[in-house]
């Protein structure tokens, strides 16, 4: 694959953002209110580590994927639980996903239509994508990047106006520990995804230069995430913030603006979707490579359709179930879950570490 050294930061920013500036926003705001810029920093930051982790395991073997090398770190069933953990983890994301694409249009543009039609509708796009394989994906981030930009940049101008700066200092008043501690751990597990980059080889070459921008790309998320929550306490408040489903949209239906500008939504709506589609289509090619290693290959032409029904079927089961669902979307057991396999880099980081140093010591003496 031809890639610039910017391309995967693009990929990163959009896969990122394509979940966290639409959901986790309001989350923070029900949750921790206004210390939830403590959470955001916290949750960030530990993130990040995770995220070094990643990069190291992944430069072990540069040149090979880390499905392949895996086996020589922690042995060969426990490499493959950790691949069907992987592999689960990725088509229940996807259809969450899906079921979130669901919600949003069944409320606001296709009511009456039937959840089933429109998760086939979905579950066909991101079969197709994810098929294309990861080069694909990354240039079709690329196409999206820069409009993704200057629609975030416009949404922020609208929320400035209305924004009550005299409420500022309840950013500081406010402290809850336990809480702030809590949240920075589900924020963790919204910033913490980098074990799927793993998957970028041997498209792309692992090594230490990648850090930096996946890094850099890592900010510029907890940034957007940052200023709109913020932004979205300034102009409704805490307590219609936390009712806001879609405060990016929300703010834009509200605008004074009648002109071009204040009637955006359908942009931001495609672009959601779009970025949408990149997330789950890059979570099933995963779960896909996991797949074809776990199978040795078997029926290979046949994993991507199988597992984007498996998280349609999931996504339906949700949308007969939405009690079910809303419990498991806010339950802090899942979070944890969640993020048991967000750090599986580091468990094969360190076993390695102490593997090869084991092994250096023993060539010394």
Known sequence: MRTSKWQLFRFTLIYFSSQTTIFLIPTIITSSSYQGWISLFVGCGLSLIVLWFTIHLGKLKSDQAWVSFGKDIVGKWVHKFMLVLLLSWCVYYASFDIENFVLFFASNYLRGTPPLFIQCVIGLVIMYTASLGFSTIVYMSDGIFLIFIIAITFTFYLFIPGADFNMLPA??????????????????????????????????????????????????????????????????????????????????????????????????????????????????????????????????????????????????YYSRNLATYFKQYNSFTVVILWLIIECIPVYYTIIAFLRFRKKENKTTR
């Open 171 to 316: 950013f500081l008043h406010y402290h809850d520990p336990g809480l702030a501690i809590k949240d920075s751990i589900m924020v963790m597990t919204w910033f913490a995804e980098w074990v799927v980059f793993l998957f970028v080889a041997p498209d792309l070459k692992i090594e230490i230069k990648m850090l930096k921008r996946l890094m850099l790309a890592g900010i510029c998320v907890f940034l957007t995430i940052l200023i709109g929550w913020m932004l979205t306490l300034l102009n409704f408040g805490p307590r219609l913030g936390q009712e806001l489903q879609y405060p990016f949209l929300e703010m834009i239906r509200s605008s004074s603006f009648d002109d071009l500008l204040g009637n955006s939504d359908p942009l931001l709506i495609g672009l959601w979707s779009s970025s949408m589609f990149i997330h789950s289509s890059f979570l099933i090619y995963v779960a896909f490579r996991c797949a074809s290693y776990l199978t040795k290959g078997r029926g290979k032409k046949y994993l991507i359709p199988g597992l984007t029904v498996i998280s349609i079927a999931i996504a339906y």
